[in-house]
């Protein structure tokens, strides 16, 4: 089995930070994207930002300059760092990556972790 962990989400006030951390385990063979995404109540699923096997990095315009996405690659580990939080931010985050598992390594699916809620509230 293939797992994403997310970590990190919380409560806080406008202009705070937060730092939310995504953890893939299981039989990977190869992980080439990783990413956040997240949704608010009422709307859609939406990039936040990826980060490719090169270290390509997307962001949505919403959050450049605010949010900043990392990886560790020898722990498979993706990471966002949230500074300057509006309530507009709040929202279920959710890790993505895309890897491939052991004995078919170069089948690659997307998997999603379980999602953090994000509140930004005074």
């Known amino acids: 089995q293939v797992q994403l962990v997310e970590s990190g989400g919380g409560l806080v006030q406008p202009g705070g930070s937060l730092r939310l951390s995504c953890t893939a385990s299981g039989s990977i063979a190869r ?6 995404y997240r949704q608010a109540p009422g709307k859609e699923r939406v990039m936040v930002a990826t980060i490719a096997w090169d270290a390509r990095i997307n962001y ?3 959050v450049k ?3 900043t996405i990392s990886r560790e690659f020898a722990k498979n580990t993706a990471y966002l760092q949230m500074n300057s939080l509006k309530p507009e931010d709040t929202a279920v985050y959710y890790c993505n990556a895309l890897m491939s598992r052991l004995g078919d390594s170069w089948r690659f699916t ?3 972790g379980q999602g953090t809620q ?3 509230s005074s």
């Open 31 to 36: 992980i080439n994207a990783m990413g956040w």
């Open 60 to 62: 949505a315009d919403s």
């Open 65 to 67: 300059g605010r949010f």
């Open 110 to 112: 997307d998997y999603w």
């Open 118 to 120: 994000v509140t930004v």
